[in-house]
């Protein structure tokens, strides 16, 4: 495959979207993509680096980046800390289904 024949990883992603089942599993991870998109931008709002947020956590750098990554599943006791550090306030709310 020559360099013109390669797809981006968005043109992927975009040609993709015609596969229904595709779709459908891409759109069940909207929350969680919801949710790490808030707060990676928390922290860069607030002007901190991985290793300045995990020092006001009293965690470590890679724990910060696990957690933005969306490799597990944050305790509300562990964003409540990140939403501390970061300035901001966490809220969780629930809405009807679509």
Partial sequence: MTKDQALSVREWGLAQMSDPEFKREYDALEEEFALLTSLIRARTKAGLTQEELAQRMGTTQSVIARLESGRG???????????????????????AAE
Avoid: D, N, V
């Avoid at 966490?90 to 809405?95: A, G, H, P, S, Y």
């Fill in 73 to 95: 599943k944050p305790s509300t006791r562990t964003l409540e800390r990140y939403a501390r550090a970061t300035g901001t306030k966490l809220r969780i709310t629930l809405e």
